[in-house]
């Protein structure tokens, strides 16, 4: 059982950067991969950015792609997500997920457990 507490999120304008932090509980962090999502008002919740056991490995969504940089650090049991060049369709909920597997995640079925969020805004 993992539990997933995001922070970092809140305003920002445009071209600015925020950190995302997601702490785990659990002393397994190391074997799960993680992934970070966002949903958007009235839309429909999309795959971010996702991260290997070891962070040696990660895949990016075209739109955040270069932007957008994911990490961990598994002996503080946290997964990071840095944003910069922050656009204001960047605008959403932003959810960290954990899997059961070392390797990558794209979809949300294949995320086992989930944070509450935590809110980004980036205006124009």
């Known amino acids: 059982q993992v539990q997933l507490v995001e922070s970092g999120g809140g305003l920002v304008q445009a071209g600015g950067s925020l950190r995302l932090s997601c702490a785990a509980s659990?002393?397994?962090?190391?074997?799960?991969?993680m992934g970070w999502f966002r949903q958007a008002p009235g839309l429909e919740r999309e795959f971010v950015a996702a991260?290997?056991?070891?962070?040696?490995?990660?895949y990016y969504a075209a739109s955040v792609k270069g932007r957008f940089t994911i990490s961990r650090d598994n002996a503080k049991n946290t997964v990071y997500l840095q944003m910069n060049s922050l656009k204001p369709e960047d605008t959403a909920v932003y959810y960290c997920?954990?899997?059961?597997?070392?390797?990558?995640?794209?979809?949300?079925?294949?995320?086992?457990?989930w944070g509450q969020g935590t809110q980004v805004t980036v205006s124009s």
């Open positions: 997920a954990a899997r059961e597997d070392v390797g990558l995640g794209l979809e949300i079925h294949e995320y086992d457990y």
């Open positions: 991260i290997t056991w070891s962070g040696g490995n990660s």
């Open positions: 659990g002393r397994t962090f190391s074997r799960y991969g």
